[in-house]
Each structure stands twice: as structure tokens, then as C-alpha cells.
């Protein structure tokens, strides 16, 4: 039976040098912030271009799971989205746990990507390469341009999304870098609304889109919950808007589509993860977990 692999990681772990991050409230800025986003969404379409990088990184996802969903004869071309997968561990064990599933790991960085299944044999030490799970494709791109064509267009649905260990930036000034402050967080919660609207996808039967978010940050992820909740209600409002139409072709006409999903209140659960009850699913939480530090896990779902 395959498995990932349960390779060490290097070097041991003292947990007196681990970093130490600040415990407190949700910043007040928040809520200004993520207004200004859903606000100026509009704009940002208009005057922000995308990467032809990213867009040919997004027709690759397409194809890879075009051709899963045509060989199964499945009903819908579903996906379980991995991003900022890093070396691809989380995308691997994601994989195997859902074989019926294309699962996608998207990470900017190719140097991290291109490490995925390098390991050190017994013996003289030789370095074989890890066969990887046919249901499962690693790709480079930036996430932000990445979610902005999920969003936009009708071809994939997202049943599990995995966000794990994002960058915390936790000084207060770095607000902004943090994914739930970021331009594009709007498109986070809105990522299948576009695909709902297709009649492929409405004679399926597709679970709801859930957001799973790991972090040894707990303000972090009370933060995104509180950025997630708000978003909601901004969406609701906007839902009274009739969708907008731009010279600038498909993109402007499909976020209307956008906005116009159903809007069905999100429960949301943020939990501490017992390292007893599974395999870490990072690289990040083997260190966490080894250091003994607690590391918090919050569940997004209709």
C-alpha cells in the first residue's frame, strides 16, 4: 500500500530555540481592512493584470483534472486544493487519503516544489525519486493570481481547501501580508460560486466547499475566522448589486456570477491539534510538534 514518506526530518529539535509569537487580540484594523477589499474588488480587476505564468499554470490544473474526472466518468470535475504546499508533503498525504479526488499542490516557489520526493536510501547512499500518486499535480504559481482565476471562471470546483502554516507576519505592521488582509482574500470565499451556476455542476452531487487552515499562530486563525465571518456579510450586501460588466472581456462579467452565489451562513471551528492522532502533515508542524509547541487547526464549512 502506498504511503507517504516517514523520512526524519534533519537535525533534532530544542524546544528552547524555538520562536516565540505573540498572544493577542484580533487586530482592530481588521475590519477596515477587509472592507476596503471587498470594496475596491471592482478596481482591482479592472486595473490589475494577470500573469501569463499564473494563467498557464491555472490551464494545466484544468487539464490534469479534465482528464482524472474523463477516465473515472465522474459527474463534475471536482478538486482538493492545496496551497502554499511547499515540498509537496501535505499534497502527497492528501492525495492518498483521497484517491477518487485530483488533489493540487500550488506553491511559488520551484525550489521547494522540485524537492518533492527526494530521499536518501539505506546503503551507499544512493538518491531515488518517490513515485508520486497519479491523482495528485504539483504547480508553480502565485496564489494570489491563482485564486483570482478560480474564482473568476466556471470550470473546477474546490470541494477541500487546504491553506497550511501560511507566513504569520505577526508584527502589526505586516497586517497586510497576512492571507485574511490580503487583496485577495475576497476570492477565497467566493471560489466556487462561478462553478455553481453551471448545469454540470448542479446535476452533481458535490459536498460543500470547505477551508481547513493549520497554524501555530492562535491569533492567526482567529483572525482569519473573524476576516472569513465579515467577508460573509460584505458578500451578502454586494449580493444586492447586479453583476457588473466590463469592456475588459469574461473576467468582469463572470464576478457578477460571483457574487451572486447563495449565501449559506459558514460554521467555523478553530481546535489545538493532538500530535498523537495523526501524521504531521508539514514540514512545519513535524517541527512544531517536536519542539513541543501547540499548533491550532480551524475548519471553515457550510
Known amino acids: 500500500e502506498a504511503r507517504p ?8 529539535f530544542d524546544p528552547s530555540s524555538s520562536y516565540s509569537l505573540p498572544s493577542r487580540d484580533v487586530d482592530s484594523r481588521l475590519e477596515f481592512v477587509v472592507g476596503k477589499h471587498f470594496a475596491c474588488l471592482n478596481s482591482l480587476l479592472e486595473n490589475s493584470i494577470l500573469s501569463s505564468f499564473n494563467i498557464d499554470a491555472y490551464a494545466q490544473v484544468k487539464a490534469f ?3 482524472f474526472h474523463s477516465n473515472r466518468q465522474s459527474d463534475a470535475k471536482r478538486i482538493i486544493l492545496d496551497s502554499g504546499c511547499g515540498t509537496g508533503r501535505s499534497t502527497e498525504i492528501l492525495a492518498l487519503r483521497n484517491p477518487g479526488l485530483p488533489v493540487i499542490g500550488v506553491d511559488r516557489s ?13 546503503g551507499e547512499g544512493t538518491i531515488n525519486r518517490r513515485r508520486q500518486p497519479t491523482n495528485m499535480f504539483l504547480v508553480q504559481a502565485e496564489l494570489a493570481d491563482f485564486w483570482r482565476i478560480m474564482a473568476t471562471q466556471n470550470e473546477l470546483f474546490v470541494e477541500e481547501h487546504y491553506i497550511l502554516y501560511p507566513n504569520p507576519y505577526p508584527k502589526r505592521k505586516h497586517l497586510l501580508r497576512r ?14 460560486n462561478a462553478a455553481k451556476e453551471t448545469s454540470e455542476f448542479q446535476q452533481s452531487t458535490i459536498s460543500p466547499y470547505r477551508t481547513i487552515v493549520r497554524s501555530d499562530w492562535l491569533t492567526y486563525l482567529q483572525e482569519f475566522e473573524a476576516a472569513w465571518k465579515l467577508g460573509e456579510t460584505l458578500l451578502e450586501e ?16 463572470n464576478i457578477g456570477v460571483v457574487f451572486r452565489g447563495e449565501n449559506i451562513p459558514c460554521s467555523s471551528r478553530i481546535e489545538e491539534i ?6 504531521p502533515f508539514t514540514n ?5 510538534q517536536a519542539c513541543g509547541r501547540s499548533v491550532y487547526e480551524l475548519k471553515l464549512g457550510h
Open 5 to 12: 514518506s516517514s523520512r526524519r526530518l534533519r537535525g533534532d
Open 65 to 67: 483534472a479534465e482528464e
Open 110 to 122: 520551484i525550489s521547494r516544489l522540485s524537492r518533492y520526493g527526494w530521499m536518501e536510501t539505506q
Open 179 to 192: 492571507w485574511h488582509a490580503h487583496p485577495a482574500f475576497p476570492f477565497l470565499l467566493t471560489m466556487n
Open 238 to 253: 454586494r449580493q444586492r448589486h447586479p453583476p457588473v460588466v466590463s469592456k475588459n472581456g469574461n473576467e468582469m462579467s
Open 274 to 279: 493532538d500530535p498523537n492522532s495523526d501524521i
Open 284 to 288: 512545519f508542524e513535524a517541527k512544531f
